[in-house]
């Protein structure tokens, strides 16, 4: 059993469109992050959602928002791709009293 | 600020070899979280271990260890006897309470590569 799945693993598309990844944790946490990994391998916080709490790292530009439909779910959608988003996402959920992050197995966007 | 240091960009040893990952970190909190995760070759960030900072026991586990000191603000990764298997990026991260009580993100240092030749 997957416990933090992310779809899809690959996304290869042309800048200027708007793409959208999906999230799923079951492990019944309230807490989901989305971290983004550039080229370098540099990891950095994009979003936590927590109790319908959205608390979003300023940096993060607006074409960027998490959605969640459920407390399972936290998806990520791209508008208006730019090369520069070219990276690996990671979704992550986090557990309530340990505060270990069990992370998602990441999603390479690439923009052309 | 809060922030994660890992010095070591690179590291190549031999197989058998001991190697220390050293991680330095900074922050306001007295109540915090340190992490170590592992990122193989295929890319999936796998969690290896939390301490807490009222716990500076170090840690053992196999072939892995741990030294927290916090006089020093470190959190530093020991692998004895490398095998080729622990090739991989090494990443030390950062978590904090914030305001309320609530659990922060975490902070994560630039990561050591570890290159582990046979």
């Known amino acids: 059993d997957t416990a933090v799945s992310q779809t899809p693993k690959y996304l290869v598309t042309q800048m200027g469109n708007d793409k959208s990844i999906k999230c799923e944790q079951n492990?019944?946490?309230?807490?989901m992050y989305w971290y983004k990994q550039d080229s370098k391998k540099f990891l950095k916080i994009m979003f936590s959602?927590?109790?319908?709490?959205?608390?979003i790292n300023e940096t993060v530009p607006n074409r960027f928002s998490p959605k969640s439909p459920d407390k399972a779910h936290l998806n990520l959608h791209i508008n208006s791709l730019e090369l520069g988003d070219s990276a690996v996402y990671f979704c992550?959920?986090?557990?309530?009293?340990?505060?270990?992050?069990?992370f998602g197995p990441g999603t390479r966007l690439t923009v052309l | 600020a809060q922030k994660v240091t890992q010095a070591q960009t690179e590291i190549s040893v031999v197989e058998k070899e001991d190697v220390t990952l050293d991680c330095v970190y900074e922050?306001?909190?007295?109540?915090?979280?340190l992490f170590w995760y592992k990122q193989p070759p295929s890319g999936e960030l796998v969690f290896l271990i939390r301490?807490?900072?009222?716990?500076?026991q170090n840690e053992i586990s196999g072939r892995y260890s741990w030294n927290f000191q916090k006089s020093t603000s470190s959190f530093n990764f020991t692998i004895t006897a490398s095998q080729v298997v622990d090739s991989a990026v090494y990443f030390c991260?950062?978590?904090?309470?914030?305001?309320?009580?609530?659990?922060?993100?975490?902070?994560f240092g630039k990561g050591t590569k570890l290159s582990v030749k046979p």
């Open positions: 301490r807490n900072s009222f716990d500076e």
């Open positions: 991260a950062l978590s904090e309470r914030l305001l309320g009580g609530s659990q922060g993100n975490l902070i």
């Open positions: 959602y927590n109790n319908k709490e959205l608390i």
């Open positions: 492990l019944g946490h309230d807490t």
């Open positions: 922050t306001r909190d007295t109540t915090y979280y």
């Open positions: 992550a959920s986090r557990t309530p009293t340990r505060d270990e992050q069990f």
